[in-house]
DNA sequence: CTGAAAGCGCTTACAG
DNA sequence: CTGAAAGCGCTTACAG
């Protein structure tokens, strides 16, 4: 009942190898055949079926997308730009969400594999075991976006954590603050760790109080930038401001204060990250750190696209900057 | 250098079908057998190739889902609660964008065709006609969220618009407002002509003025809900109170007040749509028509999955209500 | 430029 | 329960 490339060759009078040649493009075909291929194709309404074709091929015309969360939307950023890509290479996108779990992860990635997808971008977790190890072990072309993994040598493209965490710190500095808190990242990815130890040495490098205390460990979701900011509010001596390492963290930062009373900006200052477009409409506008993960979804897949060619992939570290608004202000 | 299946079955001293049975769960193994095999294949580190399986089986172990605009927050949490259940169900999820555009639905419905999906969930858009239709013809489990297309007899998981809409007239009717504005959706959308023909129904139910010149129409991104707001406002008999159409153009609409300085809730009221996360941070706290597009995604798979196992399947509406917050007050 | 044929890695009746 | 074999729908050397 559906329409294969026998139906098609045998209607338009050629063999089955020439449908193909033809039907794929191989430059290889005459006029005549070209014609009459593809008028039988699009007469019988043939459509290939993609399955058959990566059978014979090394891999298939699929991407693998492996997000931490893709309702985050930082990586739906990424997710929209990195498909858009792939797409005008012809390459069709398997979207994955790890949820932030190495589990699911691992379970994604040998989802993807088993599609043999031509590539995966990945924003991985984890130490580059399990799964993931064994599919770099296989040459599998992976890269990865917005976080590494230490020791995993993978092309990978990442903001420069360090410049913007430094030059929120010494915003704060700048206005007054020594008490400076973090809700920092979980130290399972390398975005959370950059950011702190980023946050660490601005600290030591400002002269502001290095105290443990200051740091709250999120994982970035809101719920758990409310409770770390709550924990920071509730410290004998609170800080004066307060840096969140994401943004659903920011806002679950941002819903403690407005419970509590607290003016953004004037009794506390907030550094928020990702500058992503819900921040828009708060008040008073959020200072922030900020990044483009558009850019790295579609440098993540031309990253990938080098290394099917067979070209030199490198590495790429985009530029973070802080963006100064009204949710800072001098130490109060 | 890939383990195959024959690989398999010849370290474990069986034939490739018993190791295929074994691997793939059918009943009719040995205990001994599946012990070898199982070994075997987890010390070579065996992987199935899901595309020489699904060559042999009526369709792949992918489900395809074609969202309108990934980045929109409300078709994220489909996409998240979608991919989700369909994983649970042991199919891998195929995301596409169709960007609110006629022709790329169409490109995505070709390309998830043609890796032989199981079935695919859409946000749809169009007549019916081009690959849509095609597919149906061809027998396709399809489904839709969100929105139908009139005419197609497909089954569906939607949102009762009229019933949120009527309540959203009425409570502005309550508060006095004569002239109620609204940035409606797209026409090309059952969504959007739904929730336009809800509105003009209520408008006339509550004795409201029905001038033509109160619908603005957008196109369900931001900008277009500032396009429409402004043209609103600028009407000689301006409305007061503004109803949006989806969340985005919720946000453009926002954004137009801020500029000129209208206060949302005393001199304007205004009702948004789609309860999504972002909503949460806005002050005065935002009216909204709410749906749950979670429940939409899963009950979407659930259908599909219906179809598949020969179960009939039905569409289902889900409830749709009106949630006041501070954004709507009594008519200037 | 074209056709005949082998083969991609699996699954599944068919016998036994 | 098991093996041998056919076949899923394509692509691609190999000859010509």
């Known amino acids: 009942m559906v329409v294969k490339i026998r139906d098609v060759a045998a209607a338009a009078g050629v063999s089955v190898g020439t449908a193909s040649r033809v039907l794929s493009g191989h430059p290889a075909t005459s006029e005549s055949s070209r014609r009459r291929v593809t008028e039988a194709a699009s007469a019988l309404g043939y459509r290939l079926n993609a399955q058959a074709r990566s059978l014979r091929k090394p891999h298939a015309d699929t991407l693998g997308l492996l ?20 797409l005008a290479a012809g390459l069709a996108t398997l979207l994955g969400n790890a949820n932030e779990s190495t589990e699911q992860q691992d379970h994604y990635l040998d989802l993807l594999y088993s599609h043999r997808v031509a590539g995966m971008i990945v924003a991985p977790q984890g130490d580059g075991g399990g799964s993931l190890g064994e599919l770099l072990a296989l040459g599998v072309p992976i890269v990865f976006v917005d976080r590494t993994i230490d020791g995993v ?57 290095s105290d443990p205390e200051l740091v ?13 900011a709550a924990a920071l509010l509730d410290l004998p001596d609170a800080p004066t401001a307060i840096l969140a390492a994401d943004s659903l963290m920011t806002f679950g930062v941002l819903d403690v204060l ?75």
Request: proline share 5%.
């Open 258 to 332: 407005r419970e509590r009373g607290i003016a953004v900006g004037r009794d506390l200052s907030v550094i928020g990250y990702d500058d992503v477009a819900a921040y828009r409409w708060l008040r008073p506008a959020l200072t922030v750190i900020t990044h483009d993960p558009a850019r790295m979804g579609s440098l993540a897949v031309d990253i990938i696209l080098d290394i099917l060619a067979g070209r030199p992939a490198s590495s790429v570290v985009l530029e973070s900057a802080l963006v100064v608004r009204e949710s800072t202000g001098p130490a109060a």
């Open 216 to 228: 709250a460990t999120g994982d970035f979701q809101a719920d758990s930038g409310a409770r770390g």
């Open 67 to 86: 997000v931490s969360d893709i309702r985050n939307p930082f990586f739906a950023d990424i997710a929209q730009s990195a498909e858009r890509q792939a």
């Open 153 to 209: 040598d993978v092309p990978s493209v990442t903001s420069d954590n360090g410049a913007g965490v430094a030059a929120a710190v010494s915003h704060l500095a700048d206005l007054g603050h020594r008490r400076v808190g973090i809700v920092a990242g979980p130290p399972q990815t390398s975005t959370g760790r950059e950011r702190l130890d980023a946050y660490r040495a601005a600290v030591a490098e400002c002269g502001l109080d």
